[in-house]
Each structure stands twice: as C-alpha cells, then as structure tokens.
C-alpha cells in the first residue's frame, strides 16, 4: 500500500521529495477530484490531506471513512499552522513518540 497526498503546492511538492505521489489542490472542486482520484487508486493505502482542503470537503471524507475499507485518511495542518482547536504537529510528534519535542529557552 502506498501514500498519496492532497494538500497546497509547496506540501505536495515535500512529500514527492519523500516518495510520495500526490495532487495540489486549491478549492473544493479540485479537493475533491484529487480524493476521488486517490480513492480509485488500488495501491492507495494512506490519503494525506491537509486540514483546510479537509474542511472544504468534509462531507465527502466522511461518506469514503464510512463506506471504504481504504484509504486510511490522515489530516495534516498546512503551512498556515493547525487550524483553530486543532493540534500542532508538534502535538502529533510528542503522542505518536512519547517525547517532547519542546524547545528550551536560554
């Protein structure tokens, strides 16, 4: 199983660096062409998304959480930050390991 990953330009360009395939997305439309295209992929495993495409297509995320066995569907804050009550990827980083990743102060 494979990752692909829809999110702006710059992250979608990171990840490719890393391996992963993926699609840029701005809108709502193109969100959710680059999910439905990602869905249809049989080697899709894990769906990389960043929270604001994930907010703009919220309905349809759900309706692939509750209908599909794959993919596995992981929101990730763009480079705009987390969004509001959402956690940091630092937070993600210090619950995923068990260590935290804070900066000290000199």
Known sequence: MKFYCVADEDTVRGLRLAGV???????????????????????????II?????GLIRARLEELRAGADRPLIVEIPGPEGPMPGR??????????????LNQKNS
Do not use: I, K, Q, Y
């Not at 701005?26 to 295209?37: D, M, P, V």
């Not at 960043?50 to 994930?54: F, K, M, P, Q």
């Not at 956690?87 to 935290?100: H, I, K, P």
């Open 21 to 47: 395939a993926g699609r840029a997305a701005a809108t709502a439309g193109e969100a959710a062409a680059a999910l439905s295209e990602a869905a249809a992929r049989p080697d899709c495993g894990v769906l």
């Open 50 to 54: 960043s929270e604001r495409l994930a």
């Open 87 to 100: 956690r940091s990827l630092r937070e993600f980083v210090a619950e995923a390991v068990g260590v935290s």
